[in-house]
T-cell receptor
């Protein structure tokens, strides 16, 4: 069956360092991969989308890579700040448009 | 611009009761969907719709009904609530895959927290 796995344990890093979050998938051929941020008590908010034929995408301090051979995406936040503390969700989308989510990774950035 | 609006924010039901979770969007999105979020399980797709009059099942549809009579509204019905349906429910919308609008992400509401006792 289709499976999406993200780092199950919370990630704790120091302010100013780069946070790297992992998203692995099996039995899936996504056309798109998306990353969302979720704060407590709120709905997820879209951050970045990368297509299957793109290797890397950047937006300000965020960078996403997508390796369809390894079936893996890496999400980087450079120069991290305490305000980046949240849960980050990866989601895969096929040609039909349905979006399937991983369970999320909680990131905590300490000052 | 309100985006995606979900009501109510909180609800407590007794086993066997029925209720409807409301979802409305004002962005003229064709695609709408319902997810439930449980600790350690992530967001799981319940039902979705690609336009008025069209609905389909997601990963966990049992116990839930939906309808889509207008582009704006996509209510989720629990016909006979069970404790296993205790969860946080999110509604989300976007343009459809073939709309020609690139990079169309999901826009989420802020959720309905449902407890079934």
């Amino acid at each position: 069956s289709q499976k999406i796995e993200q780092n199950s344990e919370a990630l704790n890093i120091q302010e100013g360092k780069t946070a790297t979050l992992t998203c692995n998938y099996t039995n899936y051929s996504p056309a798109y991969l998306q990353w969302y941020r979720q704060d407590p008590g709120r709905g997820p908010v879209f951050l970045l989308l990368i297509r299957e034929n793109e290797k890397e995408k950047r937006k300000e301090r965020l960078k996403v890579t997508f390796d369809t051979t390894l079936k893996q995406s890496l999400f980087h936040i450079t120069a991290s700040q305490p305000a980046d503390s949240a849960t980050y969700l990866c989601a895969l989308q096929n040609q039909g448009g349905k979006l399937i989510f991983g369970q999320g990774t909680e990131l905590s950035v300490k000052p | 611009n309100a985006g995606v609006t979900q009501t109510p924010k909180f609800q407590v039901l007794k086993t066997g009761q029925s209720m409807t979770l409301q979802c409305a969007q004002d962005m003229n999105h064709e695609y709408m969907s319902w997810y439930r979020q449980d600790p350690g399980m992530g967001l799981r797709l319940i039902h979705y719709s690609v336009g008025a009059g069209i609905t389909d099942q997601g990963e966990v549809p049992n116990g839930y009904n939906v309808s889509r009579s207008t582009t704006e509204d996509f209510p989720l019905r629990l016909l006979s609530a069970a404790p296993s349906q205790t969860s946080v429910y999110f509604c989300a919308s976007s343009y459809t895959w073939d709309s020609g609008i690139a990079d169309s992400p999901l826009h989420f509401g802020n959720g309905t927290r449902l407890t079934v006792t």
